[in-house]
């Protein structure tokens, strides 16, 4: 993973900086961890993910006030998309209206950042990475792969040339990193990410497309997920897709469809869970996991994410339904929705 050693070890070496890392919980013994390590070594550039800041901000800002962040300059942020509540909390409280705000949008296959703020030069937007680094090209595609040109309107994030920092394979296997990057549009790298522009041009990455969650900066893949749902002796069919989160922005809500004869339960809920744990890693464990008689699908039987997304969120207005097999489901699968959700 790109952050572990050219961002936190090789990059700053070779630009001769000290650096500082820190791993472990950043509320032990107390949510003041971070801030006291900043007063503590005179930190001037600090950088996190949203997860951190939406998990610290839960706290009395007298955790953080009460530590001296006077040599702070830059704050910077990665992972996922910033909310604009964190990242004004990052600027008032943390920089105390002080320090440039770096909202980072790039992945491990770019090589470093592709669109960011220059700190001190580009006046930003709260929840915006603004605009483009040097050399790259980033356009917003519809469906069809053209080009959408008005404002905030939302598509694919893709980039429309080359760069010095990007990936030039997948290791041992060049047809996948041809499949997963430039197959959906042709001519272009894709992200896999979402994205708008509004009307000053300002960038807002609106996060995974489809079959990817993003939680608290791991992206996930809903198929990896599915996949550990079916081993379960007990299921049939899984289908996973992403539910918004206060504090990791998004977590996973897993519909199940169980095997003739079995009943769902609360504990085969939390079992399945334990399951995914256990066979991708905590950070992978479902917030929430509904039963499923049955799935809504198309009559060629592809499972329609989009409807499953509105109704993880209890929204009623699910959009096109023509296309389905059997709409009774969609009723169906409201009523059975988990009370927390």
Known sequence: WITGH??????????????????????????????????KYKVAKFYTAPTAIRAL??????????????TLKVLGTVGEPINPEAWL???????????????????TETGGHVITPLP???????????????GVVPVILDEEGREITEPNKEGYL??????????????GNHERFETTY????????????????????YIWVTGRIDDMVNVSGHLLSTAEIESALVEHHKVAEAAVVSHPHKIKGECTYCFVTLKEGETFSEELGS????????????????DFVQNAPSLPKTRSGKIMRRILRKIAVGDRDVGDITTLADET??????????DDA
């Open 6 to 39: 050219t961002y936190t070890c090789y990059g700053p070496l070779n630009n001769g900086a000290t650096g500082i890392i820190f791993e472990g919980v950043p509320f032990f013994p107390d949510a003041g961890r971070f801030w006291a390590i900043i007063e």
């Open 57 to 70: 901000m839960k706290y009395d800002d007298s955790f953080v006030t009460k530590y001296d962040r006077s």
């Open 158 to 171: 893709v980039f429309k040339q080359p760069w010095p920092g990007i990936m030039r394979t997948v290791y």
């Open 120 to 134: 001190g030069a580009t006046t930003t937007k709260p929840g915006s990475a603004t605009f483009p680094f040097f």
């Open 329 to 338: 489901v969609i009723e169906s699968l409201f009523n059975l929705r988990p």
């Open 271 to 286: 079992e399945l869970k334990t399951k995914v744990r256990t066979k991708i890693g905590p950070f992978a464990m479902p």
């Open 182 to 201: 430039f197959k959906k549009f042709p001519g272009y790298y894709c992200t896999g990410d979402g994205g708008k522009k509004d009307s000053d041009g």
């Open 89 to 107: 909390w990052y600027y008032n409280v943390v920089g105390n209206k002080q320090c440039a705000i770096v909202d980072t949008f790039w992945q």
